[in-house]
């Protein structure tokens, strides 16, 4: 198994519970519970439960997904256009909520290209990703926010 694979089924959920949802972030605006539902959208993405439009022009494409590909983490406070100057509302009732919310999404992204292998879906950002490019991609995005709320360094 794909040690990012591994990450996601075995490794990221015990972290993220560890979160009591009254935490303050090393930086950013979100809140524990809203990072979570971010991510829940994130991965979304990554099975095509959520489209976006392309925002990278077709000649960045390259650069960016060089960077997406490498092991450089992203910086703190990296701005997405797609998420506005105040974080969304949250969705769930509570951070358990979430995170069973999370769990749900990760499971499908996974069966989704178990059951579709080879299938390109478009990262906004990106450009089109197979599953291993997501797999990367998904677990530099989850290392980012784990690292956001200091629960891993």
């Known amino acids: 198994m794909n040690p990012k694979e591994k990450f996601f089924r075995e490794d990221y959920i015990p972290l993220l519970k560890k979160l009591t949802g009254n935490e303050k972030p090393r930086w ?3 809140s524990p519970q809203a990072m979570i539902e971010h991510m829940t959208d994130s991965i979304g993405i990554g099975w095509k439960r959520i ?4 925002y990278t022009s077709p000649e960045n494409l390259p650069k960016a997904k060089a960077f997406m590909l490498s092991d450089k ?4 406070n990296t701005p997405n256009p797609y998420m506005p100057d105040t974080p969304p509302p949250l969705r769930n009732k ?3 909520s979430a995170i069973e919310e999370l769990e749900r999404e990760i499971q499908s992204f996974l069966n989704f290209h178990q059951q579709n292998p080879g299938f390109i879906v478009q990262n906004p950002f990106f ?6 490019e997501w ?3 998904l677990h530099k995005h989850a290392i980012h926010h784990l690292k956001q709320f200091g629960l891993i360094d």
């Open 73 to 76: 983490p992203f910086k703190e």
């Open 28 to 30: 950013g605006k979100l």
């Open 94 to 96: 509570d951070i358990a």
């Open 127 to 132: 450009g089109d990703l197979n599953y291993e």
């Open 51 to 54: 489209v976006q439009p392309l």
């Open 135 to 137: 797999l990367h991609l």
